[in-house]
């Protein structure tokens, strides 16, 4: 899943921003435990991207309290569009002046934040910023930024799935290979035993004899009438 959000943030960068950031739920329903965190970031400049991972680092998101930004998307379902990102924008949104410095040195000068909605389920949030460039997004680049989320948000989850899936074949093979080798010592403790063992099954039928039972009363050979 993480590489599958890579592809998509190098993919927007830059064709669609001049930065590109995925920041996923991480939890259940609205609990307590409901948190996010910065899956993915890319940048026209990557010597930036530290200062993206930085950002969410000192500044996490509260789904259930933010008015604005990724908190406000995932708690709505509604994009946000800011076409011009100044300067008092970012003072009001910053929670202190080193966020507020993180913010400046990021140079966001436009930004776009669209919702990771697949099968009606919120994973995510994906935004998009102009920085050095002239561009500025505008409500005409909502249809295309929204179809671009949706498709990462459906790449995401078929890759989750196919985790899982791979997951679960794991496990199962642990499992197998963990009843085989106890199935191996049972029957070498068995053999082992100097006393006549025999297993039932719930019908009471043999299901397994041990050695020195046989030698105590061998089995009739195939095609004999006793």
């Known amino acids: 899943p993480d590489e599958t959000l890579r592809h ?3 993919l927007a960068v830059p064709r669609l921003a001049d930065w590109c950031a995925v920041d996923l739920l991480v939890g259940e329903g609205g609990g307590e435990d ?3 965190e910065r899956a993915a970031v890319t940048h026209v400049d990557p ?4 200062l993206a991972w930085e950002l969410a680092r000192r ?6 309290e ?7 998307v ?5 994009p946000e569009l800011i076409e011009r990102v100044s300067d008092a924008l970012l003072s009001s949104r910053a929670r202190g002046p080193e966020e507020f410095q993180l913010l400046q040195e990021l140079g966001l000068r436009s930004c776009l934040t669209v919702p990771l909605v697949v099968h009606g389920r919120m994973l995510g949030t994906l935004t998009l ?5 002239h561009r500025g997004f505008s409500t005409a680049d909502l249809p295309l930024a929204e179809e671009f989320a949706r498709r990462a948000a459906l790449a995401l989850d078929n890759a989750r799935m196919y985790r899982a899936s791979q ?22 403790l068995l053999d082992a035993a100097p006393a006549g063992i025999a297993l039932f099954d719930r019908l009471l039928c043999y299901v397994r004899v041990n050695r020195a039972l046989r030698d105590i009363h061998p089995l009739p050979e195939v095609g004999s009438d006793n």
């Open 8 to 10: 998509f943030t190098r």
């Open 34 to 36: 409901l948190s996010v």
């Open 47 to 50: 010597a930036k991207e530290t």
């Open 59 to 64: 500044a996490p998101v509260d789904v259930r």
């Open 66 to 72: 933010d008015a604005q930004g990724v908190g406000h």
């Open 74 to 78: 995932l708690r709505t379902g509604e």
């Open 129 to 133: 910023a102009q920085t050095l460039s």
């Open 167 to 188: 997951e679960a074949v794991g496990r199962a093979q642990h499992e197998r290979y963990q009843a085989e080798q106890a199935r191996a010592m049972l029957d070498t």
